[in-house]
């Protein structure tokens, strides 16, 4: 059975990220996925439901996929790694949840309830990237922090928006740079 959650949670991700918020229902996640009609229903009897069990799973997929273990010892040069890397995979093989991700973030901001668990995943990344920042001598490095991920969601945005063939390594190479060079 949890072999055909799994794949409802994939398609549903899927039909996020390529068809939006709209048009999520179980019986469309059923037939992305290949199940049997009523099967989605099954794990989540509710819309709202089914979108809590997406955001979980979702925040599940990207702890996994951008686990601490990426850069073990921070250095202004493995950080530009590791976010070129991430950019890649949130704009390549994960440009639909990533997507989805947008759509979620923008669909349920006025939903205390659902959006917690976006917010909490958020934050799990901006602890991470603080650490990293950290470690790697960066001068100020929460507002250091944050101005990476702001950029990196800029350009993940832009990437899949605007201009699907950005390179993203200069501009990020540059920031990074020039944040680990500041001085107060």
């Excluded at 950019?87 to 997507?99: D, I, N, Y």
């Excluded at 973030?105 to 603080?130: G, Y």
Aim: proline share 6%; aromatic share 6%; glycine share 6%.
């Amino acid at each position: 059975m949890a072999a055909t959650k799994e794949r409802a949670l994939e398609a549903a991700v899927e039909l996020l990220g390529t068809d939006g918020v709209r048009a999520l229902s179980h019986a469309r996640v059923d037939e992305r996925a290949g199940l049997p009609a009523g099967s989605t229903s099954n794990w989540f009897r509710t819309r709202r439901a089914l979108l809590g069990g997406i955001i979980d799973w979702m925040a599940e997929q990207e702890r996994a996929d951008f686990s601490p273990a990426l850069l073990e010892r921070p250095t202004p040069e493995t950080i530009i790694e590791g976010l070129c890397t991430v950019f890649l995979l949130e704009t390549g093989p994960f440009a639909a949840r990533t997507r989805a991700r947008y759509a979620l973030f923008l669909e349920l901001a006025a939903d205390d309830e659902l959006l917690a668990p976006l917010s909490r995943q958020r934050r799990e990344f901006e602890r991470w990237t603080d650490r990293l920042v950290t470690e790697a001598g960066i001068p100020d490095p929460v507002p250091a922090a944050r101005t990476i991920m702001a950029l990196g969601d800029g350009l993940v945005l832009h990437r899949l928006t605007v201009d699907p063939e950005l390179d993203a390594r200069p501009v990020i190479e540059r920031a990074v740079r020039a944040l680990a060079a500041s001085v107060g």
